[in-house]
């Protein structure tokens, strides 16, 4: 079955300090794509990173960098130097090549930025 | 418009009520998705659209669920006789290529509607 799991409904963390969020995946593809999407409160799903399970190298993007662990089926978004303007519901989320066009989310979790 | 954009962000429906959702993808792109949001949950996928062809209508909870692209740009999401258990936010998303194509295939959303069914 394919499946995304995130098991932290909520992580604190406080401004200028690192977070990760967790995500852990489940499919029999042997290719597939792995993103993370940030949900402010107004609810609109900002796309932060991609990885494709055959990329050797771990994907950045500024402040965002996932950690892919293939072997653990683990994918999890590290952000550094926290802001304010991070507090959100982040949510993983995979498109298995062969299954389908559409992706598969986690629950999501929730990031509280305190200053 | 720069993004997708969702019309109405906000509907409240009698139960029995027939609505319609819309939504205005980025101009151009290829792949139009319906997502269904619960509250506290993640999206689950509805339906697929590659141009004006529903290629994927999987998700569908019930047949009282129907969404159309008629000219492969607008999509409505209409659901018939609606039911509290509809109450969500219902999201859309659309992609420059064919999802097929690539796996690396950014969607963009839209803010989405709330629904909630009285």
């Known amino acids: 079955a394919q499946k995304i799991t995130q098991t932290q409904p909520g992580m604190f963390v406080q401004e200028k300090e690192a977070v990760t969020l967790d995500c852990t995946y489940d499919?029999?593809?042997?290719?597939?794509?792995l993103f993370w999407y940030k949900q402010p409160s107004s609810g609109e799903m900002i796309f932060l990173i991609y990885?494709?399970?055959?990329?050797?190298q771990n994907a950045t993007e500024g402040r965002y960098s996932l950690n892919f662990q293939k072997a653990r089926k683990s994918a999890n978004l590290v952000i550094s130097a926290s802001q304010l303007g991070d507090s959100a519901m982040y949510f993983c989320?995979?498109?298995?090549?062969?299954?389908?066009?559409?992706?598969?989310f986690g629950k999501g979790t929730t990031l509280s930025v305190s200053s | 418009g720069a993004g997708v954009s969702q019309s109405p962000r906000y509907k409240v429906a009698k139960r029995g009520q027939d609505v319609a959702l819309r939504c205005d993808p980025i101009?151009?792109?290829?792949?139009l998705f319906w997502y269904q949001q619960a509250l506290g949950q993640g999206p689950e996928f509805l339906t697929y659209?590659?141009?004006?062809?529903?290629?994927?209508k999987s998700g569908l909870p019930s047949d009282r669920f129907f969404a159309e692209r008629p000219e492969g740009s607008v999509s409505t999401l209409k659901i018939q006789r609606t039911q509290q258990e509809d109450s969500a936010v219902y999201l859309c998303?659309?992609?420059?290529?064919?999802?097929?194509?690539?796996?690396?295939?950014?969607?963009?959303f839209g803010q989405g509607t709330r629904l909630t069914v009285v």
């Open positions: 659209f590659q141009n004006e062809a529903q290629l994927d």
């Open positions: 499919t029999s593809d042997p290719s597939y794509g």
């Open positions: 998303a659309s992609s420059l290529r064919q999802a097929s194509l690539s796996m690396n295939t950014e969607a963009f």
């Open positions: 101009s151009g792109h290829v792949s």
């Open positions: 989320a995979m498109r298995p090549n062969q299954a389908g066009t559409a992706l598969i």
């Open positions: 990885q494709g399970s055959y990329d050797q």
